[in-house]
């Protein structure tokens, strides 16, 4: 294999890792946006929704196969209900956090996270837990490069969900209600806004997508555990950032460049796989303290 | 007093001490009772040991060794505010260096010391440095990511042993007294959690202490009285830093050998879970929550994993109804 | 000149705040500062104590340059200020609130607490005393155990300024001290002012919109209106100076109440 294919694989690679990043730094970006708080159990909603299409492929595979069309209703399922429990968290554990001060709320967010961990720990026994499908290994070759149609399909998902999101936001009203709502909340409030079914509802979508990512993961890789949302939040996180929090686009950018930098990066000798996360934490920290404004972000203005 | 006494209480619309812990707390205002109080105490740990048996000796070395880390945090968090998800970090940084220096390199233990508590300075000040100016949100995620890194570094270099840690840490002599059995441990960390007690409540009766609250309050109104908050923060991160490393230093050769498990996320969540559980910023409250955090999963046994889901819960729940934690507020 | 400005200009994404100001206070006077809303002089304030960075100019306080300095530094060369809405640490009492003002004139750090050293206990001493000192000079005294938050709101203004004399200054920044007080707390105020020029040596910058206060208290008055200086003088010139009544048409009537 030349380096030209093996650039290509790994470009491959990158989009397919690119697209589950910026499915769940898409939820983080969002409710950052309208209730400025980085919802800590936003990857363990990945998580929820890993098991949650793992569940629901239990339920459909008897009439629908456990092939892509089963794993669509699954992911659907999963979708529906992850997305309900986003609501319900909102309503219980960070509603009435709103006025508290920002370390309370932070803490709260991380209780939120340890709970839906430590209830997949005790229900899976901290086991890995198989997802079965009968998804097939096979593919098509362009030339060295071989693509299997799994990935493919994944891409795809990915990139349906999210140009859904990118219409949703620009043409509906709760979409364009959202973006009021993350400029000036108060302000919205004061034209007649119903503020909080516009939380609700972007709640209820940012975590339908981290859930949609996280059934396509279980299919993809084939097992779930449940302390797989952590790292992927951190990296979500890291995306968001990259791309500048708050900016929807740049969550799906910034997850994009996440992917292929970590692909490229596992390929530097130097780097390799077990340093990996280092080399993506260290990408974190350098952004935040370069540019936390990521690319697309805009800087906030602090005035006294 | 050779200080400004708090006051009892302050004037106006504060209800009179109701619940038990709040009359407990008010019976014992008094220095002098205050000071019956303390050696009470102490006399109790220096009796345990001998009644009792020693599985519970070292549970209660356990919870000691907690009391110093939560207390270490809780200057982190609870006097300035920080919220720091990477503390096991300086926990990590103080114990291997123990570790590396008298067991590859021969070095006496307590010549080591120096050295591992001026890493942990050293990883407060590189972590502290940059990360300060952030936004709370992006520290607390950045201080995870750094505890992460240090784990991994742990893990993957071979100079700290890779996956499986560092074993045959020589235990330490103090004047001739091999420092070995359980119970020599124990009283070890004794005096290591009442040294770290003493030093928090000078800390916090001090200019430093007073300039954490100010600004934690308000951080924009401190600097305009001229509160330098980067430094006050990066001090707060470098002491925090270091009785975190003491609480390492001290571990590693009670154990014998560590292993990077020791120092992950989950081990910051359960410290962390501490200070928050027995109140941010309250030292009675802290020390109470560090044994909590110890010896509940003791007694929750019979659950096995779900255990740790009821403490997850009860933080929730905690944060929710009473942020504060358990303790009751005093003012300061 | 205690405190000079020399072609400050200030802009915030293509907005100019402050344009081009020449500004000077002079040792031990009362000066105060007036103009329209959103002429710029909370801005100027924040300039001067260094929470903005002027795109361009040159500030000095007794010769020395404090433009590029942070607040911090600012506060600790000698100047002190109090805020347009108050801004006192609200869980804290109002002793405790008016020592935060020595910290910059004090040294002691951790080990010297940690240790007891009798360095930081004849400090915590002297902060104690200087505090106390500060709270009876605006007459207070009495109140320092209580909650800053339990003060009625004419008493938490005074404590605010107590918390600055505290930082020992050479001037000292008010914004808009008399808002939101009666005409009896307002005379306490000008007299408070009086005392700490002539008792403590200390000059008085201040923003205010109570013109008869402004005409009454000060010996010298700067007009800014939209970020540049109009005119500058005793209150008397300015009083019936012609731009300046210009640029305070359209304003309340209340304000032009001279």
Redesign the interface.
């Known amino acids: 294999m030349t380096w030209y294919d093996s650039f290509l694989q790994q470009l491959v690679d990158g989009l397919v890792l690119g697209s589950f990043y910026a499915l769940v730094a898409l939820g983080y970006t969002m409710v950052f946006g309208v209730i400025k708080?980085?919802n800590?159990a936003h990857g363990d909603l990945y998580m929820t929704g890993a098991f949650a299409g793992f569940g629901g492929l239990s339920l459909v595979s008897g009439f629908l196969g456990a092939g892509w069309l089963g794993i669509f209703v699954a992911m659907l399922l999963a979708m529906l209900a992850v997305g309900c429990l986003g609501v319900v968290i909102e309503r219980?554990?960070y509603h009435?956090?709103l006025g508290?001060?920002?370390?309370?709320i932070?803490?709260?967010a991380?209780?939120?996270s340890?709970?839906l961990?430590?209830?997949a720990?005790?229900l899976t026994?901290?086991q890995y837990t198989a997802f079965r499908t009968d998804l097939g290994f096979g593919g098509f070759n362009l030339g060295n490069l071989f693509l299997s149609h799994n990935q493919i399909v994944l891409v795809a998902t990915a990139a349906v969900l999210m140009i859904a999101l990118e219409l949703f936001v620009s043409r509906t009203l709760y979409g364009r209600a959202m973006r009021a709502v993350s400029i000036d909340k108060d302000m919205c409030r004061m034209m007649g806004i119903n503020v909080s079914a516009v939380i609700a509802v972007t709640f209820f979508i940012g975590s339908g997508l981290a859930a949609a990512a996280g059934t396509m993961a279980g299919a993809y890789y084939g097992s779930i555990w449940y302390f797989m949302g952590?790292l992927i939040g951190?990296k979500a996180?890291t995306a968001a950032?990259i791309g500048g929090i708050g900016s929807i686009t740049g969550a799906m950018l910034g997850g994009l460049i996440l992917g292929l930098l970590e692909s490229f990066g596992t390929h530097i000798p130097f780097i390799g796989s077990?340093?990996k996360?280092?080399f993506t934490?260290?990408i974190?920290?350098l952004v935040?303290?370069f540019k936390?404004t990521g690319l697309l972000g805009k800087s906030e203005?602090e005035r006294? | 007093m050779d200080r400004h006494s708090p006051p009892t209480r302050p004037d106006t619309h504060e209800p009179r001490p109701r619940n038990p812990l709040q009359r407990l707390y008010a019976a014992f205002e008094s220095p002098g009772r205050r000071r019956a109080l303390h050696l009470a105490i102490i006399a109790i740990l220096i009796i345990t040991p001998w009644i009792s048996s020693q599985y519970t000796t070292v549970i209660l070395t356990n919870a000691l060794l907690y009391v110093v880390l939560c207390l270490g945090l809780n200057i982190v968090v609870g006097y300035a505010g920080l919220l720091d998800l990477g503390y096991a970090a300086f926990f990590a940084v103080g114990a291997y260096t123990i570790g590396i220096l008298t067991q590859q390199f021969g070095v006496n233990f307590w010549a080591a010391i120096p050295f591992a508590l001026m890493a942990a300075a050293l990883a407060g000040v590189i972590i502290g440095g940059p990360t300060l100016r952030l936004r709370s949100d992006y520290l607390a995620i950045v201080t995870l990511g750094f505890g992460e890194i240090v784990r991994f570094t742990a893990r993957n270099l071979e100079i700290t042993g890779g996956a499986s840690g560092l074993s045959h840490i020589p235990e330490p002599s103090l004047f001739g007294w091999h420092i070995d059995s359980s119970i020599d441990f124990y009283y070890v960390f004794v005096v290591l959690a009442v040294l770290a007690y003493i030093a928090s409540q000078r800390l916090f009766d001090s200019r430093l202490g007073r300039a954490w609250l100010y600004v934690r309050h308000d951080e924009d109104a401190a600097e305009a009285m001229g509160i330098n908050r980067v430094a006050t923060k990066l001090a707060a991160y470098v002491i925090g830093a270091i009785f975190g490393a003491i609480g390492g230093i001290f571990f590693s050769v009670n154990l014998g050998a560590i292993s990077p498990e020791s120092f992950s996320f989950q081990q910051s969540v359960l410290i962390l879970l501490a200070v928050v559980l027995g109140g941010m910023g309250k030292i009675p409250g802290v020390i109470l929550g560090a044994f909590i955090v110890v010896l509940g999963p003791e007694l929750l046994r019979d659950f096995g994993t779900l255990r740790l889901l009821i403490f997850a819960v009860l933080l929730l729940l905690i944060m929710l109804f009473r942020p504060s934690g358990i303790w009751p507020e005093k003012r300061s | 000149m205690l405190l000079q400005l020399k072609q400050v200009s200030l802009s915030f994404a293509g907005n100019t705040v402050l344009h081009d100001v020449d500004f000077g206070v002079e040792p031990g006077r009362i000066h105060s500062l007036i103009g329209p809303n959103g002429a710029g002089k909370t801005s100027m304030f924040n300039v001067i104590t260094g929470f903005y960075r002027p795109q361009q100019g040159e500030i000095t306080l007794d010769g020395e340059s404090i433009v590029k300095r942070k607040p911090h530094a600012v506060t600790r060369l000698g100047i002190a200020r109090t805020f347009q809405n108050v801004r006192l640490f609200r869980e804290m009492s109002v002793l405790e609130n008016v020592m935060a003002g020595q910290h910059c004139r004090t040294r002691s750090g951790a080990l010297a607490a940690v240790l007891r050293l009798p360095s930081q206990r004849a400090e915590e001493r002297q902060i104690l005393e200087t505090s106390l000192e500060c709270l009876d000079f605006v007459g207070l005294l009495g109140h320092q155990d209580r909650l800053a938050t339990n003060l009625a709101y004419g008493h938490q203004r005074r404590v605010e300024i107590a918390r600055a004399l505290a930082t020992q200054p050479k001037l000292l920044l008010l914004d808009e001290p008399a808002a939101g007080l009666n005409s009896g707390e307002k005379q306490a105020l000008i007299e408070l002012i009086r005392r700490i020029r002539d008792e403590r040596g200390v000059a008085v910058l201040l923003i205010e919109h109570d013109m008869s206060l402004v005409m009454n208290v000060s010996e010298r008055i700067s007009v800014l209106d939209h970020g540049s200086l109009i005119t500058e003088g005793d209150p008397h010139t300015v009083q019936n100076d012609p731009k300046v009544i210009e640029a305070y048409l359209g304003q309340d009537d209340e304000e032009l109440a001279l």
């Open positions: 708080l980085l800590f219980v554990a009435p956090m508290a001060p920002r370390l309370s932070l803490i709260t991380l209780a939120v340890l709970v961990q430590n209830a720990l005790a026994g901290g952590f951190l996180f950032v077990e340093w996360d280092v934490f260290s974190l920290i935040l303290v936390p203005v006294m």
